[in-house]
Structure formats: C-alpha cells, structure tokens
C-alpha cells in the first residue's frame, strides 16, 4: 500500500463509521483525527475507542477527538462520514476550512455530494460503503464487513483516486477505487430504499430479507420501481442485479439493525430523504412519479414513524 504515514486524516463524525474507520487506520499508523459533525465547541480529548468485531474479536485504541472549532484549516484528507442532512451546514463550516483539501463522502444515498460542489469544492470523492456498524454504547462500536467498499470521483482529478484510496484502506475495513461510481452509488441507493423503510417499520434486523418471502417480495417491487427510474436516466441496472445485492447484503448483515431504525430507537433525525424521497423526486421530474408508489409509500411511513418517535 503506497500511502504517507505523515498525512493528515480528518474523519468528520463521531458515530459509529466514523469511529470504527479512525481505529483501524490507527492501528496501521496513520494519522488521523476524529471532529464531531453535530456538536462543536468542546475541547480535544483523547478518547479510548473499542470496535467489536465478529467472535470475539476486538480492537481498541486511543484517538484524537475533537470539534471543528478547534482547527483553522484542515490540512489533509477530510473523510466524512456524518450524517448527510448535516451537509448544507458542514459544507459551509467547511469552505472556510478546507475548500481546496480532497473530500470523501463515506455517505450513502443519492445527491449527498450536491452542497459540496455547490461551494466550489474542486476535488470530491463519494465512497458507497459495504459495511454495517452499530454503536452498542458511546465508545464501544460493533462492526461487520459485507463487501470492499468502493471509491469513485464525482469532482477532481482522476489520478488521484488510487492515492486517495491508500489513505483510508486498511486490512479489516476495506476501499478500492471504482470508475463508474455512479451504478454502484445506485445500486446502494436502491438496496438502502429498501433496508431503511421496510426493516425500521417491521421493527426488524436486516436479515428479514432472507427469512421470509413475503418480506423479500416486497422488497422486489421497490426494488423494480427504483430501478425503472435509474433506467430512464441511463442508469444501466437490471431488477435481477439489485435484488441479488439485496440478499448478499442481508444474508451478510443479518441480526444488524439498519442506520434508520437505529436512528429512531436513538430518537435521531434519519436519512430517507437520500433514499426514498430522492428517487421520488427524480421519478417527479421525469413525470413518472406514478411508477414509484410503493417506494414513496414505504418512505413517507418511515418518516413518520421517524417524527412521531421525535416528538414523544
């Protein structure tokens, strides 16, 4: 692996992403640093981070912990993996601090990257993770690969992104650098409009999938409606391709709960508005939004399920 042990990595989001990927680069020596994405304002502390692997495997060790308010300028890599309805305001913080630093959105979901390049960030990178991680308590992290997660350039210089990749792989969490991010960043897209509406409605773990039938073959409508749309705007996926990516992914995550249904037992603002609502919005566009009303369906419940928890 061709990286500079001396370059900076700035993880920006203190969750469980962001904490097990800080651990493992540590671990290889590199030299990174945790800043919380929602709360800023409090001193830099050393934190002891345990992530709990599969068995009993575990790995632990200290990271520098921050806010943005302690950094003029972030001079290195900046990695975010906070939450994406946090990006309008980060973007901002950002273009003060970081404008001309490369960007890797470890952010799932479609448009994430869109307050970025709207600021005039000149390199950005989107990362779709395979991976799920859950936050048993505040520094104990329990984490579980599903795949390589892949790294693509949406902004910048394509000869960077092997490099860029060097600088966050690892042996336990692993990247590798994709051409065409755009198929695999909707493919994700579509799986997670699946996993974050029906699983955070039946109260279930991601393995449902592969379970029970019924379950799955609701999954397959979502999963046919979003793709028609990926297809109308040159999105070349098939219905057969992503449903088989929806049963790899919860075959391999199955007993984890997925990001939305952890975010409304934590009683946390979710994401669908990149998942469901954004392919909703693009069917709008295109004056097909009647091709999607299962995958609105599923979304609009989620959210409410999300706001009702809220305001409990």
């Known amino acids: 692996m061709n990286t500079n042990m001396e370059e900076r990595i700035f993880i920006i989001g203190a969750g469980a ?26 001193s830099t502390e050393l934190e002891t981070i345990t992530i709990q692997m599969e068995g009993d495997a575990t790995k632990k060790c200290e ?24 990006n309008e305001k980060l973007a901002e913080s950002l273009s003060q601090k970081a404008l001309n630093q490369p960007i890797v959105l470890l952010q799932n979901g479609l448009g994430v990257e869109s307050p970025f390049l709207s600021k005039g960030f000149s390199d950005i990178y989107r990362c779709v993770l395979f991976t799920t991680c859950q936050q048993i308590s505040y520094n104990l992290v329990n984490f579980k690969p599903v795949a390589v997660s892949q ?9 960077k992104l092997d490099h860029i990749v060097s600088q966050i792989n690892n042996t336990i969490f692993q990247f590798r650098a994709e051409n065409n991010i755009q198929l695999t960043i909707w493919k994700k897209a579509i799986a997670n409009c699946v996993f974050n509406s029906i699983c955070p409605l039946l109260d279930t773990d991601n393995g449902i999938f592969i379970r029970d039938k019924t379950v799955m073959d609701l999954a ?17 996926l098939t219905v057969s391709e992503v449903i088989e990516s929806v049963k790899m992914i919860s075959k391999m995550s199955d007993g984890q709960l997925i990001s939305t249904l952890q975010d409304i037992q934590n009683k946390r603002k979710t994401e669908i508005e990149t998942f469901n609502f954004a392919v909703v919005a693009i069917a709008k566009e295109l004056g097909k939004d009647h091709e999607v009303l299962q995958t609105k369906l599923l979304g609009e419940l ?4 999300a706001d009702l928890n809220l305001n409990q």
């Open 302 to 305: 989620t959210k409410m399920k």
């Open 17 to 42: 992403v962001g904490k097990a990927l800080a651990v493992f680069l540590k671990l290889e020596g590199r030299n990174v640093c945790i800043i919380r994405g929602s709360v800023d304002n409090l």
């Open 220 to 236: 397959g409508i979502v999963v046919h409606e979003c793709v028609t749309i990926a297809n109308y705007i040159g999105v070349e």
């Open 151 to 159: 790294v693509g350039v949406i902004n910048g210089d394509n000869e």
């Open 63 to 86: 990271i520098e912990v921050s806010s943005l308010s302690s950094h003029s300028a972030l001079d290195g890599l900046v990695v975010v993996t906070s939450k994406s309805h946090g």
